[in-house]
C-alpha cells in the first residue's frame, strides 16, 4: 500500500476543477424546471427506443401483412405477391433494425414522423393531425362527464353514507367499474342497436356523416355530437363508478376532519362548508387522478373506436398495428408517451396550485 | 347599539346575571350494545364573566355536556330530558328548541368552542384570514375593513405577530400559534361564552402557560364566560372561579374553587385532588381511585360511585343521593359527606 504523506498534496490538488464542474452539474440539476424537463426527455426517448425494436419483434411485417393480403385476395402467387408488396412500400423488412433506428431518431430530431409505410406519400404527422382532434374531443367530453357526475354522486354518497342511496349508489358504482368498458360497448349495440333499434349503427359510423361539410355550424355540430354519443356514453360508463368510489371515500375521510367540525361549530351554512371546506379538500386527489387519466385518453380509445368504427387515433393505432405499419405505430406511441408525461406534469402542477402545502418548493 | 334599545324582558326566571342555566339534563348515546347514559340530570348556572371548570376522569361527560350547548353532538346523541336555557340581552331561548338556522347563528357568535385535540381546526387549503372572514361573513359580518381590523387587533391580543400571521396557511404555523390563532377566532363575533375542551393538552408546559395567560387576559378585555374542560387541576384550579367535579355523567359536586379543593364534601373529588402527586407529598402517600369508570350502559344501582367508594355503605348501594347545597352555592350529591369532610382534615393534617 502506498504511504499516505507524500501523496496527500497531490490528492488535494488533483480533484479541484473537477469537483466545480460536477457542483456546476448538480446545481443545475437541483433546478425545478431543468429537472422536469430532463426527465421528461429521457421517459420520452426510453420509451420510443423500446417501443421501436418492440414492435419490430412482432410476428410478421409490413410487407408480409400486404403479401398474405395480396394472394388471399387476389390470387396471386408468393413472387408475385412479394414482387408487388417491395415495389409499394419504401420499407426494406432485410434492414438491420439498428440501422432503422439511428435513421428514425435522426428525423425525428428533426421534427420530422417520417411517412407511413403502407401508403407511401402520406406523412404521418398528417394522419396524426387528422385523427387525434376527434379522440380527444370524445375521450375528453366522456371524461369530463364522468369526472363532475362521479365526483357530484360521490358526495351525495358521502353524505348520505350508510343510507338506502349509498349502499345503491355503491352497487351501481362496483358493477359498473368492475365490467370493462369494452363489454358495456359491445351490450350496447347489442341490445340498444341491434336487439331494440333504438338507433341505427350503420349511421352512426364515423366521426361525422358523409353528406356533412365540416364548419361551425349547428346541423354539423349536432351531427358530430350524434357519432360521438355512444363512444362517449362508454367512456361514462366504464369510468363513472371509479370516480364515484374514489369521491366518496376521499369526502367521507374529509368530514371526519377536525376543520369540519370546527367550521360547523363556526355556524358557517352548509353549503359554504360543503363547496370551501369539504369539496375543495376532498377532490384534491381527484384532481391528480384526472390529469393522469388524461394521459390514458388514446390509450384507453382504442377497442371503443374500433368497436364504433369511430375513426379516431385509437382505431387509427389498431389498424396501423395490423399492417405492422411501423411508422405510423411509432408516431402513435409518441403521441401516446408525450401526452403521458405532459398530463403527470399538469398533475404536479394543478396539485400545487390548488394545495398550498406542497406550493412551497414552486414559490420564490 | 348597545343601550340604543332598552331590552323588553321576556318572562325570564333566571337570575341577573345568568347566561346558561342547564335544567335535568340527560343525554343517552345509541348504540347496538344498548343506551349509552352519557349524562343524567345535570343542572347548572353559569354567569357572566364567569370561568366554570368542568372535572372528572376520561369518559364521564365532559365533552358530551358541553358538545350539547351548541348542539354538535354526534348523531347517535339523544337529548332525552331537561332543558338548555340561554340568555342575552334579557331575551331567553331554550337551545334546544332552536331551529336549525337559529342554531347556526347562535354557534359562534353567543358560544364559541374549541376543541379537544383539534390539531387541524384550520381548513389547510385557505388562509388563516380567510377563515376569520368566512366566521363573520356566516354571521352576517361583510364589512372588510371592520373584519381586517377586527382580526388584526385579535392577533395581537393572543401575542401573535399580526403582519406575519394575517396572510399565512395554517400548514406555516406551529402548533402553539394554531392554537393562538383559534383562540383569537373563538372571540371574533364577542360572544357570551366560550368553551375550551382541554384547549393546551397537546402543548409544551411554556407553550401552555402563554396560552392561559392569553386567556385570562382576553377573558378581562371581553368579560366573556368560559368553561372550561381540563384534566389538569392545577391549571382548572388558577382558570376557575367555579369548579363541577363530573363523574358517570352527573354532577357530583359544585361549588367555588376554594369549595371544591379546600372544602369537598364528595369522595370522588377528594379521591381526584388526592391523586395528584404533589413535591411535598411522597410517592406512596398518592392515593388512586380504585376500580374502573363504571359501564354507562348498565351503571350501578344506587350511588353510581358506591363501587369504587371507601365509604360507601348499604344504603349508597340502594338510594341515589341528591346534589344537597351545604353552604351557598357549595352542592354536593353524597350520602356520606361528614365522613368525607373528617378524612380531608385527616389528610391534611398529614401533608
Ligand atoms: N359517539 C359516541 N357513541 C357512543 N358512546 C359515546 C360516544 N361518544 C362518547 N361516548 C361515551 O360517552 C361517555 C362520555 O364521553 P365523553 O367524550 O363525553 O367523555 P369525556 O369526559 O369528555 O372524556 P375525556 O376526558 O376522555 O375527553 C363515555 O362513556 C363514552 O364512551
Ligand atoms: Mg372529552
Redesign the interface.
Known amino acids: 500500500m502506498a504511504t499516505h504523506t507524500p501523496t496527500a498534496p497531490a490528492l488535494e490538488a488533483a480533484p479541484v476543477p473537477s469537483f466545480h464542474l460536477l457542483d456546476y452539474l448538480r446545481r443545475f440539476y437541483a433546478n425545478y424546471t431543468v429537472r422536469t424537463i430532463f426527465k421528461a426527455l429521457v421517459t420520452i426517448w426510453a420509451v420510443i427506443t423500446f417501443t421501436f425494436f418492440l414492435i419490430r419483434l412482432m410476428p410478421g411485417n409490413p410487407v408480409e401483412v400486404y403479401v398474405d393480403f395480396l394472394m388471399n385476395q387476389q390470387n396471386m402467387t408468393y413472387d408475385e405477391a412479394y414482387s408487388r408488396a417491395a415495389s409499394q412500400f419504401r420499407f426494406d423488412p432485410d434492414a438491420s433494425p439498428v440501422t432503422q433506428y439511428v435513421e428514425y431518431m435522426g428525423h425525428l430530431l428533426q421534427g420530422d414522423l417520417g411517412e407511413s409505410i403502407t401508403s407511401s406519400g402520406t406523412r404521418v404527422i398528417d394522419q396524426i393531425a387528422r385523427f387525434l382532434p376527434w379522440t380527444i374531443f370524445s375521450v375528453g367530453l366522456g371524461l369530463l362527464i364522468s369526472f363532475t357526475l362521479g365526483a357530484t354522486l360521490g358526495t351525495i354518497m358521502a353524505y348520505k353514507r350508510n343510507t338506502f342511496i349509498d349502499h345503491t349508489l355503491s352497487l351501481i358504482s362496483s358493477i359498473l367499474s368492475a365490467v370493462p368498458n369494452y363489454i358495456w360497448g359491445l351490450m350496447i349495440l347489442i341490445i340498444f342497436g341491434v336487439q331494440l333499434r333504438w338507433f341505427n349503427v350503420g349511421e352512426l359510423r364515423g366521426t361525422y356523416s358523409p353528406t356533412m361539410t365540416p364548419g361551425f355550424t349547428l346541423e354539423f355540430l349536432g351531427d358530430v355530437l350524434k357519432h360521438a354519443m355512444l363512444p362517449v356514453l362508454v367512456y361514462v360508463t366504464g369510468s363513472i363508478g371509479g370516480w364515484m368510489l374514489n369521491m366518496r371515500n376521499s369526502t367521507i375521510g374529509t368530514l371526519g376532519?377536525?376543520?369540519v367540525?370546527?367550521?360547523?361549530?363556526?355556524?358557517?351554512?352548509s353549503s359554504?362548508i360543503l363547496l370551501?371546506?369539504v369539496g375543495?379538500?376532498a377532490s384534491?386527489p381527484m384532481f391528480t387522478l384526472l390529469a393522469i387519466n388524461i394521459g390514458f385518453i388514446i390509450g384507453g380509445s382504442v377497442i371503443i373506436e374500433e368497436l364504433f368504427v369511430y375513426k379516431g387515433i385509437g382505431s387509427f393505432l389498431y389498424w396501423s398495428i395490423s399492417q405492422r405499419d411501423y411508422t405510423s405505430m411509432q408516431g402513435v406511441f409518441l403521441i401516446i408517451t408525450i401526452s403521458v408525461v405532459v398530463s403527470n406534469l399538469m398533475a404536479d402542477l394543478l396539485y400545487s396550485r390548488?394545495?398550498?402545502?406542497v406550493r412551497v418548493s414552486g414559490e420564490k | 347599539m348597545i343601550g340604543a334599545v332598552k331590552p323588553t324582558i321576556v318572562e325570564n326566571t333566571m337570575k341577573n346575571d345568568v347566561i346558561l342555566q342547564v335544567q335535568d339534563l340527560s343525554i343517552v348515546y345509541q348504540t347496538p350494545r344498548g343506551d349509552v347514559m352519557a349524562t343524567t340530570d345535570v343542572s347548572f348556572d353559569l354567569r357572566k364573566g364567569e370561568t366554570m371548570a368542568l372535572i372528572g376522569e376520561s369518559g364521564s361527560g365532559k365533552t358530551t355536556l358541553s358538545l350539547s350547548f351548541?348542539r354538535?353532538l354526534p348523531n347517535s346523541a339523544r337529548v332525552t330530558k331537561g332543558k338548555i336555557l340561554y340568555s342575552r340581552d334579557g331575551v331567553t331561548r331554550d337551545i334546544l328548541e332552536m331551529s336549525d338556522n337559529e342554531i347556526?347563528?347562535?354557534?359562534?357568535?353567543d358560544c364559541?368552542?374549541v376543541?379537544q385535540?383539534?390539531?387541524?381546526?384550520?381548513?389547510?387549503?385557505?388562509r388563516v384570514r380567510q377563515q376569520f372572514a368566512?366566521?363573520a361573513a356566516?354571521?352576517g359580518k361583510t364589512d372588510k375593513a371592520w373584519i381586517k381590523q377586527r382580526t388584526l387587533e385579535l392577533f395581537k391580543l393572543v401575542r401573535l405577530d399580526p403582519e406575519r400571521v394575517y396572510e399565512a396557511?395554517p400548514?406555516e404555523m406551529s402548533g402553539g400559534m394554531r392554537q393562538r390563532s383559534?383562540l383569537a377566532?373563538g372571540v371574533l363575533l364577542d360572544p357570551q361564552i366560550v368553551i375550551l375542551d382541554e384547549p393546551t393538552t397537546a402543548l409544551d408546559i411554556l407553550t401552555q402557560r402563554a396560552i392561559i395567560d392569553v386567556l385570562k387576559e382576553m377573558q378581562q378585555r371581553l368579560n366573556f364566560s368560559i368553561i372550561f374542560i381540563s384534566h389538569d387541576l392545577a391549571l382548572a384550579a388558577e382558570m376557575a372561579s367555579r369548579v363541577a367535579t363530573v363523574y358517570a355523567g352527573e354532577i357530583v359536586e359544585e361549588g367555588s374553587v376554594e369549595d371544591i379543593f379546600y372544602r369537598h364534601r364528595h369522595p370522588y373529588t377528594l379521591g381526584l385532588i388526592r391523586s395528584v402527586p404533589r413535591l411535598s407529598r411522597q410517592q406512596d402517600e398518592l392515593m388512586s381511585i380504585p376500580g374502573e369508570p363504571p359501564n354507562l350502559i348498565t351503571p350501578p344501582s344506587g350511588c353510581k360511585f358506591h363501587p369504587r367508594c371507601m365509604f360507601a355503605s348499604d344504603k349508597c348501594k340502594v338510594d341515589p343521593p341528591p346534589l344537597v347545597e351545604y353552604e351557598p352555592g357549595h352542592r354536593a350529591a353524597c350520602w356520606h359527606t361528614d365522613k368525607v369532610a373528617a378524612a380531608r382534615i385527616a389528610f391534611a393534617a398529614q401533608d
Open positions: 376532519e377536525d376543520y367540525g370546527v367550521a360547523r361549530a363556526r355556524g358557517l351554512t359554504r370551501a371546506y375543495r379538500n384534491l390548488l394545495d398550498p402545502r | 351548541i354538535m347556526r347563528r347562535f354557534r359562534w357568535s364559541a368552542m376543541f385535540g383539534a390539531q387541524n381546526a384550520f381548513n389547510p387549503v385557505l368566512d366566521t356566516a354571521h396557511y400548514h383559534l377566532l
